[in-house]
């Protein structure tokens, strides 16, 4: 009823700031609590240049979504010079004629409304897990700033991509209790993407057991029925699942993946075995802005191209 079942959007997720971050993530190597252990240094943010090579590459590769990470707990911790240069960054991937994603920590208000300005189609912000077992997972935030930073987005006009990740030591109960906090939103998400836990030598969840291609299926079935407006994003871990455990992640309701050999600092699918993959099951790539049945008003680009008109 709201999607193309062979429509399969392709997305890339590049880290623009890798490592030194200040949150206590146990499920991640960018965490600087646990540096000395995963041995991953800190690096400056990427200049504009080298992102928007990035995310040409992306778009001849067949990506229409391109999605900016940085290590950091929000953009009121750092320069502003820094957000003013991922602010010039999402103008120019946006020009490219492609969706923009960034997820970037927690954001105020008034953040919000600069990177709708700049034209963000979406904005990351994961709550990883049920508010029952959250502080199992980090002890620098709380589960109500994640929950703000989403009303902040939501408010900005901004389309929300929210989902979580499976594996973290949870119960089958919080996995239930995670999807009832992301289907009772005051709108269900544009976007949820499902994550399987890819665990990182060195950090504290170094030795979690990654959920099992079914039960991968089985949350992602559960998503498209709670909200079967929304795109459900098959997104970390994928690299772990044959072709046929994806097969069934799309026909129980994946509409979109990622692609690029790197999510953020951990592996992912090689371009030949997404190509394969696509071909094989008869799927074909979503373009850009086709409107979102659950997104705010920026995801179909009308906005933008008002905006530009104006200027």
Known sequence: ??????????????????????????????????????????????????????????????????????????????????????????????????????TLGMLTPEQALKLKDAGLTAYNHNLDTSPEYYDKVTSSRKYEDRLNTIAAVREAGISVCCGGILGLGEEESDRA??????????????????????????????????????????????????MPATVVRLSAGRVNMSPETQALCFMAGANSVFTGDKLLTTPNNEKSEDSFLFEELGLEGRPAFVPYAAGAASSDGSEWKHMKHEL
């Open 177 to 226: 209790s995670l999807m009832t906090v992301l289907a009772t939103l005051p709108e269900h998400p544009e976007s949820v993407p499902i994550n399987a836990l890819v665990p990182v030598e060195g950090t504290p969840f170094k030795d979690m057991t990654p959920p099992s291609g079914l039960e991968m299926v089985r949350a992602i079935a559960v998503a498209r029925i709670l």
């Open 1 to 102: 009823m709201h999607h193309d079942p062979r429509q399969v959007q392709q997305c890339t997720l590049l880290s623009i700031k890798t490592g030194g971050c200040p949150e206590t993530c146990n499920y991640c190597a960018q965490s600087s609590s646990w540096k000395g252990e995963t041995k991953l240094k800190a690096e400056k943010l990427m200049g504009v240049e080298e992102v928007i090579e990035a995310a040409k590459r992306a778009k001849e590769a067949g990506s229409t979504r391109f999605c900016m990470g940085t290590a950091w707990r929000g953009p009121s911790q750092v320069g502003a010079g820094q957000f003013e240069r991922v602010l010039e960054m999402t103008k120019e991937v946006r020009d490219m004629g492609m969706e923009v994603c960034a």
